[in-house]
Structure formats: C-alpha cells, structure tokens
C-alpha cells in the first residue's frame, strides 16, 4: 500500500502537467489540421477563376461568390488585402448527409466555403476545410461523404496550387 501512495501525486502532477501544455499547445496546431491553406501559382482573378471552372466541372453548384474585401471596405476598413469567399454545394452530397436528422446539424457548416486571398507581398493563397479530417471526427455517416468531397477538391486545386 505504501508504494501505491508515492503514485498518486506523481500521476495527479502528470495529468495537470499534461492538461496545461495540450492548452497551450492546441490553440495554435489545430487550425492547421482543421484548415488547409496553399499558395496558389496564379494570379487573385485567375485563382477565383480557375477554381469557379474546376469546381463546375465537377458539378459544383457556386451558390455565392463573396468579395469579402469589397464589405469590409464599405464598413470603412481600408487596409485589408483581396479577399474572396466562393461558397459552393454538390446537391448528392448534401442529400446524402441531410437526409437523416442526427446531420441536420451539419447545415451550420453548408454551403462549403473556398478562401481565396492575398497576404501582404500580394502572394495568392487557397484555403479549403480538412473536410476528410472533420469526416473522421464526426464519423462514419459523415465521414464517407466527407472523403469523396476531399479527393474532388484536390482535383478542383491540383493545377493551381504551388507543389510542396
């Protein structure tokens, strides 16, 4: 019993260790798993265009294309550099998820959303949801869906994007 007794504060400090690196550590490494970003080879036009021809022809609906740039300088903001939000849905995917009410919830996530931006030196970069990571944490009914949504967005990007 006496050697048990040693344990316990050893095991309790460990977990309080533990618990405070991982929210230290979380905030900064999660949004790079949960949002994809790469710097495009072409211009701001040609990247929103290229990708608005990609996705049509994988039967992409574009619900919206948002020039998020324009709203924010119309509220008196300035300095901020080009930016676009092109909002698109495949209905088969949307159908298949929608269907069963446990993923109406999911509609807080829809229509899916391709950032297209400048950084400050005028690089044109994508940025695109980890949709098959999201799939996976949110399960299997999701997570088929999820997988075949990601392969068609490396498709839509494959020609656009600079290759690490």
Do not use: C
């Not at 949004?31 to 994988?58: C, D, G, V």
């Not at 999911?106 to 940025?127: D, L, N």
């Amino acid at each position: 019993m006496k050697k048990i007794i040693p344990f316990i504060p050893v095991f309790i400090g460990g977990m309080i260790t533990m618990v405070v690196i991982m929210m230290n550590v979380m905030p900064r490494v999660m949004p790079n798993f949960m949002i994809n970003e790469h710097k495009s080879k072409l211009s701001y036009k040609e990247t929103i265009s290229k990708i608005t021809e990609a996705l049509k022809k994988q039967k992409w609906q574009i619900v919206t294309i948002h020039d998020v740039t324009k709203s924010v300088k119309e509220s008196g903001h300035t300095d901020m550099t080009k930016m676009t939000v092109i909002l698109t849905d495949k209905q088969g995917f949307l159908y298949n998820m929608m269907k069963k009410d446990s993923f109406k919830k999911f509609t807080a996530m829809m229509p899916a959303g391709v950032g297209v931006y400048e950084k400050k030196g005028k690089s044109v970069y994508i940025s695109l949801r980890n949709v098959k990571l999201m799939g996976r944490m949110f399960g299997q009914g999701v997570g088929k869906t999820t997988r075949i949504v990601s392969e068609e967005w490396k498709e839509v990007i494959k020609d656009i994007i600079v290759k690490k």
